[in-house]
């Protein structure tokens, strides 16, 4: 699948959970295996992270309550992970200082987009890092492109405030 990446991205970001997010992509998978015959043609992309999504919201309702997880719970390597900016990315700056503040800038960021309501997250998500078009992401979430385009500025103004650029 040539959109499996994508698919794992979007997982992780609404489950906030590397492992939960395995589990979702893998159901999303087969979901879409057993209903390839109803694919319509267009954009096998969306189609599938409208997939992950629904998905990704069944499995909620089924394995997880909406309970908070402090950091003092987390194995101490997670912990590690967390504090130092959790991104699995190769990094290529510069100097050291470079890298401390981009690790800094890049956890500033990640908290914040992680405390977004589920509706704004995945819309700025959808759009901004998957980089998915209007109504791509509408079509995805359900909703009309007003309410995409409504649900994408109120969380780019809440990312902002967050990170101190009113």
């Given at each position: 699948?040539?959109?499996?990446s994508?698919?794992?991205?979007l ?6 959970n590397p492992?939960?997010a ?20 267009g954009n096998?992309?969306a ?15 089924k394995n997880r309550?909406?309970?908070?997880v ?6 101490p ?9 959790g991104?699995?990315?190769?990094n ?17 960021l ?14 700025l ?15 995805i ?11 994408l500025?109120r ?8 990170l101190?650029?009113p």
């Amino acid at each position: 699948m040539p959109h499996l990446s994508d698919a794992l991205a979007l997982a992780r970001w609404l489950t906030q959970n590397p492992a939960d997010a395995e589990d979702v992509v893998q159901e999303a998978c087969l979901r879409a295996y057993r209903s390839i015959d109803t694919y319509a043609g267009g954009n096998s992309r969306a189609w599938l992270l409208t997939i992950v999504r629904n998905t990704a919201f069944s499995w909620f309702q089924k394995n997880r309550q909406r309970d908070t997880v402090s950091i003092e719970t987390l194995q101490p390597k997670d912990q590690t992970f967390l504090e130092i900016g959790g991104n699995w990315t190769h990094n290529d700056s510069a100097t050291p200082e470079a890298a401390l503040i981009e690790k800094a800038d890049a956890a500033q960021l990640q908290v914040a987009i992680s405390s977004l309501p589920v509706e704004f997250r995945e819309t700025l998500v959808l759009r901004d890092i998957q980089g998915l078009e209007y109504r791509e992401v509408a079509q995805i979430v359900g909703a009309p492109i007003g309410t995409v385009m409504s649900r994408l500025s109120r969380a780019r103004r809440h990312l902002a405030l967050a990170l101190g650029k009113p």
